[in-house]
């Protein structure tokens, strides 16, 4: 069936399962309040070195990695996404660690306009006035928390800025889905073990503590290495700005997860930033869409 699929279909496919993959991390993530962030972060990486290289080894890949990691300009692109990946996992376990997880959602309800943005700047996408509009409507709404809090949303832009300049990075940097996360997680499986080591002497390890824990940090480079091989792979077959398109599907998911099951408060002003930002989505998508269907009218 999916042989079936055109590649910008499949792109699609692969950009859903990824975002439900994140969208379900923050339920997962609220089992383990308990562990460091930093933790919880270096099982994400380490575990998933194993599953990957599964992986590889069942595509037949091994080979591209080697040609790839005698490349030194990619080994030095994929360390870069590496250590970005990495400060993105910490600074959102962290959210919703300390219940802020309605400000990571925002944080990726603006990734998609930035990813626009960013798009126009280096991949010489375009986008109409409509679009435009909506990346206003964005910066409205940034406004609007910062008057209501009283503090420029740091943590909400910092995720969509670091998650936005991993997902350019990836897009541009020639090798594979599949061989470029297993090469980040590769770079990252040594740095990463040195600081378990120094939870470890801190006493604040919780890795073999118990059953409960152990299988959980255990879980977290399943849902790491799916959401990052499908999201890969989903950008080799998208539009940037499509891809950011799709993107709405996981911080809807936080959104919901915040207010419905972590009970976090959203009062009027944060209401009114996020209903500005779904304006601008809105806006944004239909102004996509017609633009797609336009592009896909036979000519006469």
């Known amino acids: 069936m999916l042989s079936k699929l055109s590649e910008p279909n499949k792109g699609v496919l692969f950009a859903i399962i990824a975002h439900l993959f994140w969208g379900g991390m923050a339920v997962y993530f609220g ?15 380490v575990w998933s070195v194993p599953i990957a290289a599964v992986v590889i080894w069942q595509l037949g890949l091994f080979a591209n990695v080697w040609t790839h990691l005698k490349s030194p300009r990619t080994v ?28 990571a959602s925002l944080g990726y309800f603006i990734n998609p306009l930035l990813n626009v943005v960013v798009g126009y700047i280096f991949l010489g996408e375009r986008f109409t006035r409509p679009q435009f509009a909506a990346i206003g409507l964005a910066c409205v709404a940034v406004i609007v928390q910062t008057i209501a ?3 420029f949303p740091f943590i909400g832009l910092s995720l969509a800025s670091s998650f936005c300049l991993y997902g350019l990075l990836r897009k541009t ?12 997680v590769l770079i990252l499986a040594v740095p990463l073990l040195l600081v378990e080591v120094w939870l470890a002497r801190q006493g604040d390890m919780h890795f073999g503590a118990n ?3 152990t299988l959980m940090l255990l879980g977290c480079g399943g849902f790491t290495a799916g959401a990052l ?8 077959r998208l539009r940037y700005s499509t891809a950011g398109l799709l993107q709405y599907i996981s911080p809807s998911l936080v959104f919901l997860t915040a207010v419905f099951i972590f009970k976090e408060h959203i ?27 336009a592009k896909e009218k036979p000519s006469f």
């Open 31 to 45: 089992f383990m309040r308990h562990i460091n962030p930093m933790e919880i972060a270096v099982n994400r990486g």
């Open 76 to 103: 030095l692109l994929l360390t870069f996404t590496s250590i970005t990946i990495v400060f993105n996992w910490t600074l959102y376990i962290w959210c919703i660690q300390h219940g802020r997880t309605l400000e």
């Open 149 to 151: 809090s009283g503090v």
């Open 173 to 184: 940097v020639k090798v594979g889905a599949v061989e470029g996360f297993f090469i980040e």
């Open 211 to 213: 059953v409960f824990d």
């Open 229 to 236: 091989i499908f999201f890969a792979a989903s950008l080799k």
């Open 267 to 293: 009062d009027i002003w944060k209401f009114s930033s996020f209903a500005i930002i779904w304006l601008a989505l809105i806006i944004y998508s239909v102004s996509s869409l017609r633009e797609e269907s």
